[in-house]
């Protein structure tokens, strides 16, 4: 998308911007997702994200997951100001107020990790497992479907969809298709059956929050759905972690049971098959270890 083009897109679909001059437009540094671009005006900074190949309710679910997170009051999260189709052309488009953004000093990691602690304290409003609509993690679908049974949700909306997913890719051989079932039929030996229906981010990975200028630690690119919040440590904890004093932080403000680490890998392999998925084969030995540790074979 050229500068023109976007800056025309942008003055369209943001409420307030007729008659705000757009002074420069720069790529941006923005996740795997689309293209990113930094938008200056006149009296603001703005961060913009677009994708022509994919629907516009990708961007409008990663809207809504921001301010259901902002709404938790937990951690800062940056205000949606545009999500939905690219005025004028095929694709979406998501506008953000822009994050300027500092190191991550000390103190910044432990209020991420509290205020992630107090995050979770948000539970679903009806106490089921799920979300009221379906999401995105990364560019894959992800399915919500409310459940009161937590290894059933987890079975049914997580590891299944994938499954199948990963099945028509071409990345189950038999012996990875064979334990991965095996592994679905017997999840409530592991799982809790009725953990609280935490408020998740979903996609918790050190890419995935921001450093603010002014110390504050900040939520970006949510999957956010209602669950164990053992899975969002998870994942954090899956690609080289978060420094320790963020876990610290956490369990401080909110202990985590002894059991989670026997679990740990459960919650790991939804995000290996993710990437299995979108990456390939290079994650098809991190997913057959999880499955030889709970579903048995060589």
């Not at 800056?7 to 997702?33: F, L």
């Not at 689309?34 to 309710?57: Q, W």
């Not at 998740?200 to 450093?211: F, I, R, T």
């Not at 603010?212 to 630690?217: A, Q, V």
Request: charged share 25%; net charge negative.
């Amino acid at each position: 998308m050229n500068d023109d083009e976007l800056q025309a897109a942008v003055a369209r679909a943001v409420p307030g911007m007729a008659g705000e001059r757009i002074v420069t437009v720069r790529e941006a540094r923005g996740g795997d997702i689309g293209e990113s671009y930094r938008i200056d005006t006149e009296r603001r900074r703005l961060f913009v994200k677009v994708r022509r190949d994919m629907p516009a309710r990708l961007f409008q679910r990663e809207a809504e997951g921001l301010r259901l997170l902002g709404q938790a009051g937990a951690l800062a999260v940056p205000d949606p100001l545009y999500a939905g189709e690219i005025p004028g052309q095929a694709g979406g488009m998501l506008v953000l107020e822009w994050i300027e953004t500092g190191p991550a000093r000390p103190e910044t990691i432990e209020a991420l990790g509290a205020g992630l602690a107090a995050q979770h304290r948000t539970t679903s409003p009806d106490g089921r497992y799920g979300l009221r609509t379906d999401n995105y993690i990364g560019l894959l679908p992800q399915v919500n479907t409310p459940a009161d049974s937590w290894p059933a949700f987890y079975r049914d909306s997580r590891l299944l969809p994938l499954a199948k997913l990963a099945d028509e890719c071409g990345m189950l051989p038999k012996h990875r298709r064979d334990r991965l079932y095996r592994l679905m039929e017997r999840l409530d030996r592991w799982l809790p059956d009725r953990p609280a229906p935490s408020l998740l981010h979903g996609d918790l990975w050190s890419g995935n929050w921001l450093a603010g200028l002014d110390g504050r630690p900040w939520l970006i690119d949510p999957a956010v759905y209602y669950g164990d919040r053992e899975c969002d440590l998870a994942f954090s904890e899956l690609f080289g972690g978060f420094p320790a004093r963020f876990y610290a932080a956490y369990r401080e403000a909110y202990p985590v049971a002894p059991e989670y680490e026997e679990r740990k890998p459960i919650y790991q392999l939804y995000h290996l098959l993710v990437h299995l998925i979108l990456f390939g084969e290079a994650y098809g030995a991190a997913v057959d270890r999880v499955l030889r540790r709970y579903a048995g074979g060589v």
